[in-house]
């Protein structure tokens, strides 16, 4: 009973703001193109709902398929860095570097370079994503067991049976906690990239439609907006976190329930 | 004298940051005797067993068997169970048969948990299991292939010594139905003596043999012999051989 009422307390934090803020926007007569309240935000999502979820669609696609390139892009490069320590000191920097570079400054190249924008889109949340993937994968692949390693040559495993029967489950617990990270990323990196390129038309992501909204001082919709993205970003994490739990579940504690065995 | 199934011949190793872990070792171990290695840290033990194994390659010296080894006629125990904690404990044991595309694999890894009195544990995880029991899979993965060399590098060390006696019981009592050849690495001397035939003393810095010891204990044996003089007066015998060795090479440890 206690649990569940503590389990309800960011609910109930959360209503308490926003009836706060709709009481003050009606009170203080605050004129809508400074701040809507939430009661006319949500009105804005009922009236341009169709535009809406075309723009979401737009922006989860990119998102998801940014991710999904990162996710094995990233587990392979790490592989071949992994491969030998010449190769890592070689190419690793330049994996800092990517990561480093704020992607805003990179957008302008990208957009001249190439053509078609939702490529643009892809390319910038690509980059925003795809470090955490492999630095995570690098650190775990480093840390396999030296004495597994050992007994799997001492068994004469080939190469193929060390990669998939020892390096891709000792790895997969790393891999897991970099693509819960990349998962953020990816979606931040598409809402820049949009914002960029400033895309419009039927083709634009919610945040060119936010951007838009926000120009004409369409308030409402562009908080609208906001909130849409901020929910995809909790689903995502959400749904990541959800997969990592149930692939670990069995062995690894960062699966484990609080539940504890001792001896 | 039979032909040995092992021979170390003047068997040496320098580690690369310089430290002469073994000088010129000799050692040849007869098929079906059980060996073990005794002597305290630094002095190259495992060291000798990885080399043993065919894990390390030594700089001087040779090594030969009586046997072409095919994968798995060498079976390990590292001093920490190493278990895939992501695989079941019959996926662990069944690893260096899969490994190899032998089939039925889990059926005769689930023959090998039974050996370890373990048959019940068969679809748990290593994260359930006490240390003791992890330690038994791990010696279940490594006498599944049936191997014609069986090396352990100090295996119960990490226990508590009521877990480790138990499983020095079990340990003689599978030696015994199998008579698996064992190169047995421990710091323990009366581990050493309830278990061996044979004890080699080595002492470190760098490492070498000091004495080769033949155990005079009846071939059957069980846990009442820990309390009797007879094991008393092998572990002095083996504990003076250390002691002697150590003072004259005036060891600080």
């Known amino acids: 009973m206690r649990k ?38 949500l009105r804005a999502l009922a009236v341009n709902r169709a535009d809406l979820l075309a723009g979401l669609g737009v922006t989860v696609q990119v998102t998801l398929l940014a991710l999904i390139l990162a996710a094995i892009t990233g587990a392979g490069f790490a592989f071949a860095l992994s491969q ?40 910038l949340a690509w980059m925003a994503a795809v470090f955490p993937i492999i630095s995570n994968t690098l650190f775990g692949l480093k840390s396999v067991d030296p004495n597994l390693r050992d007994l799997f040559r ?65 308030l409402a919709k562009a908080l609208a907006c906001f909130v849409l993205l901020g929910l995809t970003g909790l689903i995502i994490y959400a749904a990541l976190d959800w997969l990592s739990r149930r692939t670990l579940r069995h062995w690894h504690d960062s699966a484990r329930d609080s539940e504890r065995t001792g001896d | 004298m039979t032909e040995p199934l092992l021979s170390l011949t003047g068997v040496a190793h320098v580690f ?84 190899a595309g032998i ?6 890894a689930r023959a090998a948990l039974n050996g370890v ?16 029991m992890r330690m038994r899979v791990s010696i279940a993965r490594a006498t599944v292939t049936n191997p014609r060399l069986l090396l352990m590098d100090e295996p119960f060390a990490a226990l508590d010594e009521f877990t480790r006696f138990k499983l ?16 047995f690495v ?14 080699v003393v080595m002492t470190p810095r760098p490492g070498r043999i000091v004495a080769d010891i033949a155990v005079n204990l009846p071939a059957t044996r069980d846990a009442e012999l820990r309390l009797g003089h007879a094991f008393a007066d092998e572990c002095a015998k083996v504990t003076h051989a250390l002691e002697a060795a150590m003072q004259a090479a005036a060891v600080i440890v």
């Open chain 2, 16 to 99: 690369p940051n310089g430290t002469r872990a073994l000088q010129p070792v000799d050692l040849n171990i007869i098929a079906g005797s059980f060996v073990s290695l005794v002597g305290p840290s630094g002095c190259g033990k495992s060291t000798l067993l990885r080399i043993a194994s065919g894990l390390l390659s030594p700089q001087t010296g040779r090594v030969a068997r009586s046997f072409v080894a095919k994968p798995g006629d060498v079976g390990f125990v590292f001093q920490d169970p190493t278990l895939m904690p992501w695989a079941t404990v019959t996926g662990n044991v069944a690893l260096p048969l899969e490994l």
């Open chain 1, 84 to 123: 030998s320590k010449l190769i890592e000191r070689t190419l690793f920097p330049y994996a800092v570097i990517l990561q480093v570079t704020p992607i805003v400054t990179v957008a302008p190249f990208v957009i001249i370079w190439v053509d078609d924008i939702f490529a643009v889109l892809l390319i």
């Open chain 2, 168 to 183: 020095n019981d079990d340990l003689l009592r599978l030696w015994q139905a199998n008579r698996w050849t064992v190169v």
């Open chain 1, 4 to 41: 569940l009422a503590e389990s309800l307390l960011p609910f109930a934090f959360g209503a308490v703001v926003v009836a706060a803020w709709e009481i003050a926007v009606r009170a203080g007569d605050i004129p809508a193109y400074i701040l809507p309240g939430p009661l006319s935000i």
């Open chain 1, 154 to 218: 001492l068994y004469g495993a080939t190469r193929a049976q060390i990669a998939l029967r020892l390096l891709a489950p000792a790895t997969l617990p790393h891999f897991m906690s970099g693509l819960k990270i990349a998962g953020g990323l990816s979606l931040i990196g598409t809402v820049v990239a949009e914002m960029v390129a400033g895309t419009s038309g039927e083709r634009s992501g919610l945040a060119s439609r936010l951007l838009e909204a926000s120009y004409r001082l369409e």
């Open chain 2, 117 to 132: 009195d373990l048959k019940d544990f068969a679809d748990a995880y290593p994260r359930e299991l006490s240390g003791g």
């Open chain 2, 103 to 108: 089939p039925e694999a889990p059926v005769k």
């Open chain 2, 186 to 199: 421990t710091h323990s001397v009366r581990e050493a003596v309830f278990l061996s035939e044979r004890i």
